[in-house]
């Protein structure tokens, strides 16, 4: 059997009851912490008054079933789905999974939640998608090769991100593994995602993972209605992982599937950047505290990663040290190292630094180099340290940055991050909100249940 047709049938027939506990409670924490991000973006992020007017002006901003968080209002299934992916990924702090490199939450939830409420699924039928959709989109990227896929030029969150969202989507509209398979070949034809992003620090990156939530959900949608997509999508001769890549792997595709859960490897973000910067985040804070530092007592800082950090948010260097937009804070290096040591700590309201004399003239100081012993290793997002002060260089090693799998925050730390992000917009309805999430896995229904 093929690789597609191997993964339609896990997402069309993988029996809910069968997902471990722990599997469903680790999928409804990362949905709450993406809903945090999303109503944040929706009042503060840049790019959201133009996303908005163009719904508008497509006459895509009708009056629907399907909650967008932030906004106040309902939206037909594919608005909300857009919205949601794109707000949820505007702050750039949601979840990471770092074996495929990708952003599992902001293409998948949102497609699952149009779909849930499109078809009036319930919390426990919902949480079970969500898991499907992580799976398929983890196992997809692993499968891509993350290193060989950024040389390419693709991002894979909203590559890979597609065919999640369309495997969440097309297990609550009820394919079966035929209609999922073509789903599948629908959404290989919609996979997208250009770093080219980084050159001026654009809003591509997240439109086009709201785009991958999206064209996910229009995808299972076309199959559900009888639609034929392209067979064997993944794995053919002109497939998906042949075409985005050139050290594909498709076993890893499949190796495990049902029995390894990929979403116990996701991990969340204490910062609200780029997932290469938090390694190197966590040990200036930790030196900073531990010295007793001073910017002024920092002479140099050198960080050194993965050659995929060096091309998100060390090169180059001169550009990255002058972040003047937020994207471009989120993929600077040194921006967020002199952020973290200026004020010992960084969180998204310290974006009001971009274009500081202070935080450039630190900016200066930070050194950002490749790596090798970091290369060859399970995860990427680690990083090494050097931080002179004096005469003495303070080194430290970070093999993975806060928030991994074995650092997941425990439930009231979760429960800090999301009113941190929801208080300024909710007041106190954030606190009813986080509760109305947590009863998620017993609602009956989801059409209605956020309002």
């Known amino acids: 059997m093929s690789v597609t047709r191997t993964l339609a049938d896990f997402a069309a027939g993988f029996a809910a009851n ?23 973006a929706a009042h503060e992020a840049d790019s959201t008054p133009a996303v908005l007017a163009m719904l508008g002006r497509l006459g895509m901003d009708g009056e629907g079933p399907c909650t967008v968080f932030g906004l106040n209002r309902h939206y037909g299934a594919a608005a909300a789905a857009l919205l949601n992916g794109t707000l949820g990924h505007s702050l750039d702090f949601d979840d990471t999974h770092a074996d495929s490199s990708l952003h599992p939450s902001a293409p998948v ?21 969500v898991v499907v959709g992580f799976e398929v989109c983890c196992r997809l990227g692993m499968a891509l090769d993350p290193t060989a896929h950024y040389a390419r030029g693709f991002h894979p969150t909203a590559t890979a991100g597609t065919f999640g969202a369309a495997a969440a989507a097309g297990r609550l509209l009820g394919l079966d ?29 997240r439109y086009q993972v709201g785009e991958a939530a999206m064209k996910g959900l229009m ?47 996701i991990g969340v973000k204490p910062y609200p950047a780029c997932r290469y910067t938090h390694a190197a985040v966590d040990g200036i804070l930790a030196l900073r505290a531990e010295l007793g530092l001073a910017p002024e007592d920092v002479q140099k800082i050198t960080v050194g990663l993965h050659r995929n950090g060096i091309t998100l948010v060390g090169a180059p260097l ?45 900016a200066d100081r930070v050194d950002v180099v490749r790596d090798e012993t970091l290369e060859g290793l399970r995860h990427p997002f680690g990083a090494t340290l050097t931080l002179r002060t004096g005469d003495v260089d303070h080194r430290l090693r970070i093999a993975d940055p806060s928030g991994e799998p074995g650092s997941f925050p425990d439930r009231e730390a979760m429960a800090t991050k999301f009113r941190t992000l929801a208080g300024p917009v909710l007041n106190h309805g954030a606190d009813a909100l986080l509760a109305r999430l947590g009863e998620l896995p017993q609602a009956p229904s989801l059409r209605g249940w956020f309002g």
Do not use: C
């Open 18 to 40: 069968e997902i471990p506990a722990e599997v469903t409670a680790r999928a409804l924490a990362l949905v709450t912490d993406l809903t945090g991000s999303v109503l944040r």
């Open 109 to 129: 939830v949102p497609a699952a939640l149009a779909a849930a409420e499109m078809t009036g699924a319930s919390g426990a039928e919902f949480l079970a998608a």
């Open 177 to 205: 593994g035929d209609a999922m398979a073509s789903a599948f070949g629908v959404a290989a034809s919609q996979a997208s995602g250009s770093l080219q992003f980084l050159v001026n620090g654009a809003w591509n990156k």
């Open 219 to 265: 995808a299972a949608t076309l199959a559900d209605s009888g639609f034929v997509g392209a067979e064997d999508a993944i794995d053919g001769k002109h497939g998906f992982l042949g075409g985005y890549s050139d050290g594909a792997e498709p076993s890893r595709v499949v190796a495990g599937l049902g029995g390894v859960w990929e979403t116990m490897r």
């Open 318 to 362: 001169e550009e990255k040290r002058r972040a003047r937009s937020v994207v471009e804070g989120q993929f600077s290096m040194p921006f967020a190292a002199a952020v973290a040591l200026l004020r010992g700590r960084f969180g998204w309201d310290d974006y009001d630094l971009l274009g500081k004399a202070e935080v450039e003239a630190l």
